[in-house]
């Protein structure tokens, strides 16, 4: 298994297999790369099917585990269902999907050893998801997770970036999720950094705080010092922490709902605990998603290639927050000038 200089394992690696998507959604940014989705026909610049896979056999000799497919929207890749069968056996499989074209595909994925799903829903009433996501497709969505879930992807976890546009929607999809079994909500903080809209931020401690007022029991998970809300349908009260470690794939059980929130924003103890390697659709490696000048080239991806690149990237990872970005005496981020100038001659 690789390791960083700052002792971080890279135990997964996150895909992206295309930036085209059917949605335009207002707050992507694309894994990073910024606003880039091209057309909805098959491009030239995305990789092969079998890039794809030599490059997931590459990262299994070094013990990666576990391997999450995204896009834009990764299911306008016809090849998936094979992407998926050739993974190595030993990689758990997840997808990030805007979930439109779940249905009548669920069963083949799962068949083909997907193991779990994000779908992404930022609102639960069709004009309010309209006007986030610019697409009709609220019906087709709640179909997707249905099939998901009627697939046994059971828990079927719900993205939804948190911002001005979509705050007021967190108590219902709270509910939503506290009241139908098999759902859990993740709670994304948006990242005005990466969209260049940070008139549309929110104060995201204040949503930790409504959730800890409203929870049965608060869980704390080690990985990323990262809290999980346990909502019981019938009442919201106030629990006790709870310190549980490091559990995945906990599933709720009728009236009682799990939501979680994925908080990286200035946030040291989340970058500190980074685990994952990331690959553009054009088969760069990419070691941050909040940078964009250390993308590495894989070649002609072959395997000698792939393994002197991903090493290359793994070595040169650092925790964007504490080392990329550092505070400065008023006790704000900046760019640390010392590592700009040694990555710069390395």
């Known amino acids: 298994m690789l390791t960083d ?10 895909v992206s297999l295309t930036d085209r998507c059917n ?12 606003d880039t989705r091209g057309p909805m026909d098959p491009q030239d610049d995305e990789m092969e099917t079998d890039e794809v896979v030599r490059f997931l056999e590459v990262a299994a000799e070094f013990d990666v585990d576990a391997v999450k497919f995204t896009g834009g929207e990764p299911m306008l890749r016809q090849d998936l269902t094979e992407i998926i069968e050739r993974t190595p056996d030993q990689m758990e499989v997840s997808l990030t999907t805007n979930g439109t074209f779940l249905p009548g ?16 829903q930022d609102a639960l009433d069709p004009e309010d998801f309209a006007a986030v996501t610019k697409s009709g497709a609220y019906e ?35 509910d939503h999720v506290a009241e139908n079994e098999g759902l859990q909500l993740q709670l994304i903080e948006y990242m005005p950094e990466l969209t260049g809209r940070p008139e549309w931020n929110i ?37 006790d922490d709870t310190d549980t470690g490091d559990e995945d794939g906990a599933t709720n059980s009728g009236g009682r709902g799990m939501v979680e929130i994925v908080d990286p924003v200035e946030n040291p103890t989340f970058c500190a605990n980074c685990h994952r390697v990331r690959v553009t659709h054009e088969g760069y490696l990419k070691g941050c998603l909040n940078r964009n000048d250390d993308l ?49 001659q390395s």
Not at 23 to 34: A, K, Q, T, V
């Open 140 to 174: 087709k969505v709640l179909e997707g997770v249905d099939a998901a879930l009627e697939a046994g992807l059971d828990p079927v976890k719900l993205n939804m970036v948190v911002f001005e546009h979509t705050a007021g929607y967190v108590p219902e999809m709270v």
């Open 5 to 14: 200089e700052f002792g971080r394992e890279v135990t997964g690696v996150r």
């Open 105 to 120: 595909r669920a069963e083949e994925l799962v068949d083909a050893g997907l193991d779990r799903v994000n779908v992404s």
């Open 23 to 34: 949605f335009d959604c207002i707050y992507c940014h694309n894994e990073g790369l910024g």
């Open 296 to 344: 590495k080239p894989m070649g002609e991806m072959t395997k000698p290639e792939i393994r002197e690149a991903f090493r290359e990237v793994v070595a040169n990872r650092v925790p964007y927050y504490g080392e990329y970005m550092i505070r400065n005496g008023d006790g704000e981020w900046e760019v640390n000038d010392e590592y700009i100038e040694g990555y710069a």
């Open 203 to 239: 104060d995201i401690q204040r949503v930790h705080d409504w959730l800890a007022e409203q929870a049965a029991e608060v869980e704390h998970r080690e990985m990323h010092d990262r809290k999980r809300y346990w909502i019981e349908s019938d009442s919201r009260s106030g629990g």
